[in-house]
């Protein structure tokens, strides 16, 4: 994978934004791991997720730290 921001948009395509604004699903406060404010377990390191968006005619794969929102690395291949 190669380690960018986000892929570029597509001619015609404006580059979405992500929406800091909601409510993280995924907080880690303290060492203390919450889902949804239910505490699921104790944890030290980072907390990664994988965004997949399946077109029809595209695949995107995003690797994203869910605590700063950032995205590490990202992917995107045509869908066979």
Same mark, same amino acid.
């Given at each position: 994978?190669?380690?960018? #921001? ?24 303290? #060492?203390?791991?919450? *889902?949804? #404010? =239910? ?27 869910? =605590? ?7 992917? *995107?291949?045509?869908?066979?």
């Amino acid at each position: 994978m190669r380690r960018t #921001g986000s892929p570029p948009p597509r001619e015609g395509q404006k580059r979405r934004q992500c929406h800091s604004s909601l409510d993280p699903w995924i907080e880690k406060i303290v #060492g203390v791991l919450y *889902a949804d #404010g =239910e505490r699921i377990t104790t944890h030290t390191g980072s907390i990664y997720g994988l965004a997949v968006d399946v077109g029809t005619t595209t695949v995107v794969l995003h690797i994203v730290d869910l =605590e700063s929102s950032e995205t590490l690395a990202a992917e *995107a291949f045509e869908n066979p």
